[in-house]
């Protein structure tokens, strides 16, 4: 049998930029090259799709865009077959791919974006289509549909535009302090503030609305917060539970992707019948939310040890250091059989 070829698109306009090339970097070496040729598609931060033959050493260093033998290209929408358009001395070129593989964290990539571009030109996405990826990244509304799921989400106050003062006042009245600000759709915690005092709601909400243009109010979960990794389109995989240390604050982006004062614990410190209800919970928030091929689903666990959901993360970090690899280890699944898998599992959506 010949090689499919997947396409492995990275970087993006969103601020994870810098998180996508380390990715990326882990996927691409991890690859079964006996069994997949592998195109990279690097998009720049200002939005410049290019095809990347380059080193792939020069993808988390930030180099790979200037690289001369790089090609402009974009993803077409073919009368019959998936693939790419670039500009080769001037004129068009097709290259074929069989699947996309997107490693776009955040906004432009993770919202459903790139995935309906891929649907449009028929190949197969690796993770989650468009309307799973764009329910997942808006927290309001995926915190409603699981909510009638039967699980508990945290009290909130949305505001589908920048509320007046006294609107933000308000919220204090109705979800007490502390209570978080956050951006509607926004990744890695990126405008998101902890409020412990009314003085700081304005900038806070100020922050969030330079991310999107809505903001949520969430109302503060005494207790931690958990991790569940989940694979598969109809028969789902659950990896161990894992569980977030702080030792204050909230586990904003320094602190995932730097671990300053918090600790990540997998398996998580908590007894068997706990876990398994967690995982029980991730896969029920998995399949309301439309997710398919792989997410991250991250859930709290209050003071009572009730579960609380928080978010969904349908391209979590993908270093082989990541959460997200992390707890499927736990189970047996080492890093380069997750990349396979979860290239299987697109191929094998599309062609049901």
């Not at 260093?61 to 693939?83: A, E, F, Y």
């Not at 990744?187 to 806070?204: E, I, P, Y």
């Not at 598969?232 to 204050?248: M, S």
Request: with cysteine; charged share 25%; net charge negative.
């Amino acid at each position: 049998m010949s090689k499919k070829t997947v396409a492995i698109l990275f970087g993006g306009r969103s601020p994870e930029y810098d998180v996508s090339l380390m990715s990326a970097y882990s996927i691409i070496n991890a690859v079964n090259r006996d069994k997949y040729d592998i195109l990279l598609l690097g998009i720049t931060r200002e939005g410049e799709w290019f095809r990347y033959s380059g080193s792939v050493d020069d993808i988390p260093n930030d180099m790979w865009h200037t690289d001369p033998s790089r090609l402009s290209s974009m993803i077409i929408s073919p009368s019959k077959g998936g693939g790419l358009i670039e500009l080769i001395d001037g004129r068009a070129e097709k290259i074929h791919a069989d699947v996309v593989f997107p490693v776009l964290h955040g906004s432009y990539g993770e919202d459903g974006t790139v995935q309906g571009l891929c649907e449009l030109a028929g190949i197969p996405v690796v993770g989650s289509g468009s309307a799973a990826s764009a329910l997942c990244m808006d927290k309001d509304r995926a915190h409603k549909l699981v909510s009638l799921a039967g699980i508990r989400v945290p009290k909130s106050i949305c505001f589908e535009y920048a509320p007046s003062e006294e609107e933000i006042l308000s919220t204090i009245s109705q979800l007490g302090l502390p209570l978080f600000v956050k951006p509607v759709k926004a990744g890695s915690s990126f405008g998101v503030t902890r409020v412990d005092d009314s003085s700081q709601l304005m900038d806070a909400v100020k922050l969030a609305l330079t991310y999107d243009d809505a903001v949520l109010f969430e109302e503060n979960i005494d207790g931690f917060e958990t991790g569940c990794s989940v694979i598969g389109n109809l028969e789902l995989k659950t990896g161990r539970i894992d569980e977030i240390e702080l030792a204050g604050g909230f586990f904003d982006y320094e602190e995932k992707y730097n671990l300053v004062t918090s600790k990540i614990h997998m398996p998580a410190r908590i007894d068997e019948e706990t876990e398994k209800k967690l995982q029980e919970a991730a896969k029920t928030i998995y399949t309301t939310l439309g997710c398919r091929g792989y997410a991250r689903i991250d859930i709290f666990l209050d003071s009572k040890g009730e579960i609380v959901f928080n978010e969904t993360n349908t391209i979590p970090g993908f270093t082989s250091k990541s959460r997200f690899p992390n707890m499927l280890k736990g189970v047996g699944i080492e890093y380069p059989e997750l990349v396979d898998i979860l290239i299987e599992l697109a191929i094998e959506y599309l062609e049901k």
